[in-house]
């Protein structure tokens, strides 16, 4: 099966903001601002959000979060071997429209890899996910993802130094030159991502409820309310 979408991302540079969500709830709430590239999900957040996991359901949410405005979707392909992650792999790559990219998502395992070289040469877009080491993620990045997605919270509960390790991942990439997107995840407040993005990266996926704060400070409220009362005072005359 070939899958006409390309496999390199377009190169647009600039920050990238993915809601991590399979709830459209969520994306109703917070897609119409136009701040967010589009959502990430994977069979957890469909789980956590009582979606099933079939590609009836996911062509269903994909079309949603197109008619939300989310240009791109990444949606995490599933089987028991080789074969079954390419088969879902490529079914989901053809969910995509002119108005929606979709990046297929593989773990990056051995049996991965080896379903993403198929899925890239059928023409699908790529986001490794579950990338846990900086080996891992040269080797994304070798295999030509538009996307690779280490998880920082989920290192940290680890015992790892995360935030450490996604800077060794960004030195790679900027170093060897590479068109792979650093894509952060498991991101559990708006401060955490501010650091990040100071110290240099530009593409991270979060929940709502982070969303939500990364968007929200008491004193613009503040301030807005002040403007709305002067308006209202001001109207008519």
Request: net charge neutral; hydrophobic share 45%; proline share 3%.
């Amino acid at each position: 099966m070939t899958v006409i979408i390309d496999a390199r991302d377009s190169g647009a540079t600039g920050p990238r903001l993915f809601l991590d969500s399979a709830d459209p709830a969520d994306w109703r709430a917070l897609l119409p601002a136009g701040v967010f590239r589009g959502v990430t999900c994977n069979p957890l957040l469909l789980e956590r959000a009582g979606q099933p996991c079939t590609l009836e359901n996911l062509a269903s949410l994909a079309a949603q979060a197109r008619d939300l405005g989310a240009r791109e979707i990444h949606l995490q392909c599933w089987g028991e071997n080789e074969e079954g992650l390419f088969d879902t792999g490529s079914r989901l790559a053809l969910m995509g429209d002119r108005d929606l990219q979709v990046a297929v998502k593989v773990a990056a395992t051995a049996t991965g890899f080896r379903a993403a070289r198929r899925l890239r040469e059928a023409g699908c877009r790529l986001t490794f996910t579950a990338v846990y080491a900086p080996g891992q993620l040269l080797a994304a990045a070798s295999a030509g993802a538009a996307y690779a997605a280490p998880y920082l919270g989920r290192l940290n509960d680890a015992g790892r130094d995360g935030r450490e390790t996604i800077m060794a991942m960004h030195r790679i990439l900027r170093g060897t030159g590479a068109a792979t997107r650093l894509l952060v995840a498991s991101l559990r407040s708006a401060d955490v991502i501010v650091d990040l993005a100071a110290a240099g990266l530009d593409t991270f996926t979060f929940g709502a409820s982070v969303a939500r704060d990364l968007l929200k400070d008491g004193l613009t409220d503040e301030a807005a309310n002040d403007f709305q009362r002067a308006a209202r005072g001001g109207a008519g005359t």
